[in-house]
């Protein structure tokens, strides 16, 4: 039998741009599966599950959400950042809200990390959490 091996930011981004960018619920999806693998994971493997820079999605957006939840999950976990996640094009020009509800925006701007306010990205304490 062969060991389950998790989902890495990587193949997250993968998964990201083969369904495109109609839909945020389909972003979420992703974002929860690869969330749900990082929070069962050693400390190794999840080092591991950042290792690679993943692939540009398509939506700029995306690509710099994906370093900004890398980043905001080493500094967590006190694990080092890597360096792909600090490139200038994981940073956005515009701010982006990632949510359907302009009432949500307002809490956004106050639990969003540090990581995600930096490249322009807010969300709330939810964004980690699997529903």
């Not at 062969?2 to 930011?9: I, N, Q």
């Not at 302009?102 to 807010?122: D, T, Y």
Request: charged share 30%.
């Amino acid at each position: 039998m062969a060991k389950y091996k998790p989902f890495t930011l990587a193949e997250t981004a993968r998964r990201i741009q083969e369904i495109g960018h109609g839909d945020l619920r389909d972003f979420w999806v992703c974002i929860g599966d690869f969330l749900d693998d990082w929070y069962a994971a050693d400390r190794e493997t999840r080092k591991e599950m950042l290792r690679q820079e993943p692939r540009k999605t398509g939506d700029r957006r995306f690509d710099a959400y994906l370093a900004a939840l890398a980043e905001h999950l080493v500094v967590t976990n006190g694990l080092p950042v890597p360096g792909w996640a600090g490139k200038p094009e994981r940073f956005l020009d515009q701010f982006w809200f990632p949510t359907e509800f302009k009432s949500l925006h307002a809490m956004a701007l106050v639990q969003s990390p540090a990581a995600f306010r930096r490249r322009g990205i807010f969300v709330d304490k939810t964004a980690f959490m699997r529903f």
